[in-house]
């Protein structure tokens, strides 16, 4: 693995990434690529990078997980913003970083991402043509959760408290920066905060299973109302052409990537397109449990490997 920090012409601050080899790496061959995005809140450390990322690179990828502006090891202040916009323009700048590189092939680079970050990749891939193949896995419309759940399906109140609040910013005031999640289990059970997404995501993120000092899920409040206004599918039946895999567990949580995921394959213009639905498994299990990865891994690789 090699870590590299990408700096663009037309950015302030550099994307922090790892790229990570195929077995007996050889800089003089050129490999297909896949770019890996992170879910909302994560960082390239957890499951785009230490799961799918190596998992993709010992079958002769070479694996690029970068973390997103604003967050990670990336530069980008202030911190924890969650700009939709400015994430999908991200995909754009680590493409242009591969095509530097003379062992990637630059017609066989591919895009996957996870949970928010599958909505994003899918959006990236609509007007990011050096993009040939999109894979997902529990991937979410990140805009579409926060007109829902994630403002309290008040979407028009929730606007008017985020532009109360960067006011308030502007003025002098300290940011308020959300915690997304319990700090425990325990704590999650206490509140009952038993929905099995939201449960799940506590039991991922605030113990040793997934936990990393990046990882933090946490969200500038006065910086969301971009994503409000988003919608990652926006045009897929026009832009969105590459062949495309979605795969999803069939335990359905309050995040919609079952839901999502239907409407996506749906949508999309791809020709060639798929919805892989792993039975008894849930959003979180995708992330790393060994099993449901193994399924997912045992669709997405030949998927890459026939269209990359």
Request: glycine share 10%.
């Amino acid at each position: 693995m090699e870590s590299v920090n990408i700096k663009s012409t037309n950015m302030y601050w550099h994307i922090a990434a790892d790229l990570h080899f195929p077995p007996e790496f050889d800089p003089k061959k050129q490999y297909p690529t896949i770019i890996s995005a992170h879910p909302i809140g994560s960082c390239k450390e957890q499951t785009s990078g230490n799961v799918y990322g190596q998992a993709l690179a010992k079958e002769g990828f070479v694996v690029i997980a970068f973390d997103r502006s604003f967050q990670g090891a990336s530069g980008g202040e202030p911190r924890s913003i969650e700009d939709p916009t400015l994430s999908v323009e991200d995909f754009r700048h680590v493409a242009d970083h591969l095509v530097t590189l003379p062992y990637v092939d630059e017609n066989r680079i591919g895009v996957l991402g996870i949970c928010g970050g599958g909505g994003y990749a899918i959006n990236a891939a609509m007007t990011e043509r050096r993009i040939k193949a999109v894979g997902t896995v529990t991937g979410a419309n990140y805009g579409r959760l926060m007109r829902e759940g994630f403002s309290g399906y008040n979407p028009i109140g929730a606007l008017e408290a985020m532009a109360k609040q960067r006011t308030a910013e502007a003025r002098g005031e300290p940011l308020r920066i959300d915690d997304l999640l319990p700090p425990s289990p325990e704590e999650a059970k206490k509140r009952g905060l038993t929905e099995i997404d939201l449960y799940e995501a506590t039991e991922y993120y605030r113990t040793p299973r997934g936990q990393k000092p990046n990882g933090l899920n946490r969200s500038l409040y006065s910086h969301q109302a971009a994503a409000v206004g988003w919608d990652a599918f926006h045009l897929a039946e026009v832009l969105l052409t590459q062949p495309l895999m979605v795969v999803v567990g069939d335990k359905v949580g309050a995040f919609g990537a079952y839901r999502d995921g239907c409407e996506i394959v749906g949508r999309a213009a791809s020709k060639k397109k798929e919805l892989v639905v792993l039975q008894g498994w849930s959003h979180y299990d995708l992330y790393d449990k060994p099993e449901p990865v193994a399924k997912a891994l045992s669709k997405l690789i030949p998927f890459y490997k026939e269209n990359l």
